[in-house]
């Protein structure tokens, strides 16, 4: 009987959009393999056809940090859950897997992630390359969840990391930017499901501004979004429940997630895009528009929403004691700009962590978000609140849009050259390289 072989999925010629639509790539190839030993083969060819290489993901990021002419891989094969270790406290999936096959197939076992963002769609190896976080008083990013990591080499060596083998491979690479090598796999810390108490709360945004830390101090985890034009914030308080489980109806959920923040969040955009005067009234209306509810649920379906409303995005990170500063100077930028404003500011926070390029790298950190709708013209706004973040030693997010270069970021990150030379040593002929790696790190 004759055995199936497997081959790698190839396409020539191909283009490739990002989510937001604002990045093309028209690679030479796109290779989609289904296996470690076959994209460790798609990079040994890439490198005899002098090519150069960069993974996908979903093309949730913003910056050009995928984009390539060379060789494209894609994540459509190299999916699934490898190994679920109980004993360890250790899941390992494929890195094409996205966050919501692996919460889902987690959930199956009675298991979850400590902390996650607040979308599912990302692959698990974009959304931690790029440094996806959520927020936490005490548990940080989705990279600082990773335990262990496999990644082929520019030379299409294949090589495993953890905190005790290439230690200094696994520091670097848990955000790695793709410039270290191509990750394959993944293995994430993991703990018994537990449950989430959700409080959503409208508060004025100079309360929340005074009550800031006291939010923070007081809540595992603590969001909040404020809309431009108006003095009006909507906060989100996660703190850990004994239950019982006490999920969003199914009505209310759809009204509340669906119906106002995408159905009619999406005409209030398009209007707002077509006729910018309306913004700040229509901002006042969006607003308050969300009344305040509680809800106890699995983790994932508390930390995640669907987000159908397309946008581009900037964010900052910026010490902790900085983000009260930086958002009053951002709204009184607004008010006394011409600026038309049409998303809410999402404003969480992180505890320090240990990862070279992490944007909460050695401090504590609080994330500011800048949004705007799609085909709306963003530079005045984002250069304007990218000057008032820069001001206070912020990091932009790898994945969002931002003007940074290496001189820049080699000196709000201690860790910077540190990570520079391990590339040096990984990729020396920059197999991995593209212009956006070029910019943020230089050489």
């Known amino acids: 009987m004759r055995m199936a072989v497997k081959t790698v999925r190839t396409e020539r010629n191909s283009v490739w959009?990002?989510?937001?639509?604002?990045?093309?790539?028209?690679?030479?190839?796109?290779?989609?393999?289904?296996?470690?030993?076959?994209?460790?083969?798609?990079?040994?060819?890439?490198?005899?056809?002098?090519?150069?290489?960069?993974?996908?993901?979903?093309?949730?990021?913003?910056?050009?940090?995928?984009?390539?002419?060379?060789?494209?891989?894609?994540?459509?094969?190299?999916?699934?859950?490898?190994?679920?270790?109980?004993?360890?406290?250790?899941?390992?999936?494929?890195?094409?897997?996205?966050?919501?096959?692996?919460?889902e197939t987690l959930s199956v076992h009675g298991l979850s992630l400590t902390n996650m963002g607040d979308i599912m769609e990302q692959t698990v190896a974009g959304a931690t390359s790029t440094g996806t976080h959520g927020t936490g008083r005490d548990s940080a990013s989705i990279a600082a969840q990773i335990k262990g990591l496999e990644l082929v080499t520019a030379d299409g060596s294949v090589l495993r990391c953890s905190a005790t083998e290439h230690p200094e491979v696994f520091a670097a690479a848990r955000v790695g930017l793709g410039a270290l090598g191509v990750v394959t796999a993944i293995t994430f810390?993991?703990?018994?499901?537990?449950?989430?108490?959700?409080?959503?709360?409208?508060?004025?945004?100079?309360?929340?501004?005074?009550?800031?830390?006291?939010?923070?101090?007081?809540?595992?985890?603590?969001?909040?979004?404020?809309?431009?034009?108006?003095?009006?914030?909507?906060?989100?308080?996660?703190?850990?429940?004994?239950?019982?489980?006490?999920?969003?109806?199914?009505?209310?959920?759809?009204?509340?997630?669906?119906?106002?923040?995408?159905?009619?969040?999406?005409?209030?955009?398009?209007?707002?895009?077509?006729?910018?005067?309306?913004?700040?009234?229509?901002?006042?209306?969006?607003?308050?528009?969300?009344?305040?509810?509680?809800?106890?649920?699995?983790?994932?379906?508390?930390?995640?929403?669907?987000?159908?409303?397309?946008?581009?995005?900037?964010?900052?990170?910026?010490?902790?004691?900085?983000?009260?500063?930086?958002?009053?100077?951002?709204?009184a930028t607004v008010e006394r700009s011409g600026l038309r404003v049409s998303f809410p500011v999402e404003v969480r926070t992180a505890p320090a962590d240990d990862i070279p390029l992490s944007t909460s790298s050695g401090r504590d950190t609080a994330y500011i978000a800048v949004h705007l709708y799609r085909g709306t013209p963003h530079r005045a706004y984002f250069t304007a609140a990218e000057q008032i973040m820069t001001a206070h030693g912020g990091r932009p997010h790898w994945g969002k849009l931002h003007s940074r270069d290496a001189a820049y970021l080699s000196g709000v990150y201690p860790r910077f050259g540190e990570f520079t030379a391990l590339r040096d040593r990984l990729d020396p002929d920059r197999v991995f390289g593209n212009d956006y790696l070029r910019r943020v790190l230089g050489g």
């Open 189 to 331: 810390g993991v703990e018994q499901e537990f449950l989430l108490t959700a409080r959503e709360e409208p508060m004025p945004f100079d309360r929340v501004m005074t009550e800031f830390e006291q939010l923070v101090a007081e809540n595992e985890h603590f969001e909040f979004y404020w809309f431009p034009h108006t003095g009006n914030c909507n906060t989100k308080r996660n703190n850990r429940s004994t239950g019982p489980a006490s999920p969003i109806g199914r009505v209310s959920g759809w009204v509340d997630d669906e119906l106002l923040s995408n159905g009619i969040f999406q005409v209030a955009c398009t209007v707002g895009r077509a006729v910018p005067a309306t913004i700040p009234g229509i901002a006042k209306i969006s607003s308050r528009a969300l009344s305040a509810r509680t809800y106890t649920d699995i983790p994932y379906k508390v930390f995640t929403s669907p987000r159908r409303v397309r946008f581009l995005e900037m964010e900052y990170a910026v010490p902790r004691e900085a983000a009260v500063p930086a958002l009053r100077e951002l709204k």
């Open 17 to 103: 959009r990002n989510w937001a639509g604002n990045v093309i790539a028209r690679p030479v190839r796109s290779v989609a393999p289904s296996s470690t030993q076959e994209l460790a083969e798609a990079v040994r060819q890439a490198v005899a056809d002098g090519l150069r290489v960069k993974p996908v993901g979903t093309g949730h990021s913003f910056t050009t940090t995928a984009a390539t002419d060379g060789v494209l891989i894609r994540p459509d094969r190299l999916v699934g859950v490898r190994e679920v270790d109980r004993e360890a406290g250790t899941v390992t999936v494929a890195a094409g897997t996205t966050l919501r096959q692996l919460n």
